[in-house]
């Protein structure tokens, strides 16, 4: 990759390609408890912006600009109020929409509100999440219609996770289900389980070079990592990109329904949102029912601060050096770190706030990686250069019925076509094609 296209990549600030692109779509960016009517505002960086996000004391949410457009004071400090926020310095207030609604330290003939707004999002609250819309219409389109709409309310399950790190390069080990094997599996071998079982954790560490197959959709990207089974059968391993920053990664059986969002919160650090149904028991288990060596699945967390970068922080950061065990690490797992969620985000880190893709050397493993780079930076030219709306940005439909999971087949059995069928009984009108030139298929590289 040369730098100008790492560059196009990664950067999201107002005025960057990429930047633009992302301020089309709805951004997922607090948990609505975090906001509590008439309480405290909340510091909310956004695509390298700064805002402020409030919940008025009749409920109403407002994502705006934190600097008061007077003297420029932080609206932080700001009283919240009904209809609105004030600022404490000279006293102007600012309602959710960004509108300047009272200006006392004016007098009448001078004064001037209607005339002063500032920077604000449209706001829309759903699943127990707050969205934001930065994007150029005045009317937006609906939220992405992700299958999480189908999901029981008392199902529901919202997690947020910071990292200190580019979006792209967090997104990217989602859609690189090979790492799963020496990452998060290293070490664990056949006598951790039942022999002869099929089991999500036992077939990747004994089938390491999986065959890939990545393809173009109209929501982004798909693929599928095939391992053998035994004899007669094959293990898939089905997961997706969706535009701008989604994944919906393999991690449960066929049909879980469960999207990430890796939001950007600037270049050089971003947020996990993941929006989930009701999980299956964890499969992070042995044959005794004991976890797997560095499968722990509950998470350190640091107390929430009210700065730019603190919220939802882990207690592994690179300064205690993720909490590595050197001696766990050479007696059961390669990392030594603890919690799948936690290898991920050591080595994502690891690869410095913005990873230098010039010196990668990428594999056939890499494929599902390639091309979402290729479909991403297609898509922020043509909105840079012709004005060409991204994929799903106006069409939330796109998104419907697009679900990860692995499955179990018959070595004969074409995966797309069985997932198409899945897809047709979750209520999809049209198929996934291979499309010419578009679908990505590499070589078995072991017997099955």
């Known amino acids: 990759m040369r730098a100008e296209e790492n560059e196009l990549l990664t950067r999201v600030g107002p005025e960057a390609p990429m930047g633009r692109l992302m301020r089309q779509y709805w951004l997922p960016c607090l948990k609505s408890s975090e906001l509590e009517a008439g309480g405290a505002p909340v510091r909310l960086r956004l695509l390298g912006e700064n805002f402020l996000a409030f919940r008025s004391p009749d409920g109403t949410v407002g994502i705006v600009d934190h600097l008061c457009a007077h003297r420029c004071a932080s609206l932080f400090y700001g009283r919240n ?49 707050v969205w934001a819309y930065l994007g150029p219409l005045e009317t937006p389109p609906e939220l992405p219609e992700f299958d999480v709409r189908f999901i029981p309310e008392e199902e529901l399950t919202i997690q947020f996770l910071f990292r200190e790190c580019n979006w792209l390069q967090a997104l990217e080990g989602d859609i690189d289900t090979c790492h799963v094997g020496f990452l998060h599996l290293g070490g664990i071998g056949p006598d951790h389980f039942e022999p002869g079982s099929l089991n999500y954790y036992r077939q990747l560490p004994e089938n390491l070079a999986p065959r ?43 049909g879980m329904i469960r999207w990430r969002a890796w939001l950007p919160v600037d270049d050089e650090h971003s947020m996990l949102i993941i929006i989930s149904g009701h999980r299956p028991p964890p499969l992070t288990l042995d044959k005794h029912g004991e976890p797997l060596p560095g499968g722990r699945t509950e998470l350190q967390m640091l107390p929430n601060t009210t700065d730019w970068y603190g919220r939802f922080r882990l207690a592994n950061n690179p300064r205690n050096d993720h909490l590595i065990d050197r ?35 990428l594999g056939t493993s890499d494929r599902m990686i390639m091309l979402t780079r290729r479909r991403l930076m297609r898509a922020a030219l043509a909105l840079a250069e012709q004005g060409t709306v991204p994929p799903g940005a106006e069409a ?31 209520g999809a009108q049209a198929p996934i094609e291979r499309l010419s030139g578009r679908a990505v298929r590499t070589p078995t590289t072991q017997q099955a």
Not at 237 to 247: N, S
């Open 327 to 361: 001696q766990f690490q050479r007696e059961q797992n390669f990392t030594g770190i603890q919690g799948i969620p936690t290898q991920d985000q050591a080595i994502t880190e690891s690869m410095g706030p913005i990873e230098d893709r010039t010196k990668e050397h």
């Open 396 to 426: 939330p439909e796109v998104f419907r019925h697009a679900r990860a999971g692995f499955i179990v087949l018959p070595r004969e059995r074409d995966w797309l076509d069985e997932y198409n069928q899945w897809r047709s009984d979750w």
């Open 81 to 129: 109020e009904e209809h609105g926020i004030r600022c404490v310095y000279h006293g102007w207030k600012f309602a959710p929409n960004g509108q300047c609604i009272e200006m006392p330290s004016e007098p009448p003939e001078t004064d001037y509100k209607e005339r002063v707004k500032i920077q604000a999002a449209k706001v829309v609250e759903r699943y127990g999440v």
């Open 212 to 254: 890939y197959e990545a393809l173009e959709t109209a929501y982004g990207t798909a693929y599928v990592a095939s391992r053998h089974a035994g004899p007669e059968n094959s293990y898939h391993r089905i997961g997706h990109f969706a535009f701008p920053f989604w994944t919906a990664a393999p991690s449960d059986p066929l």
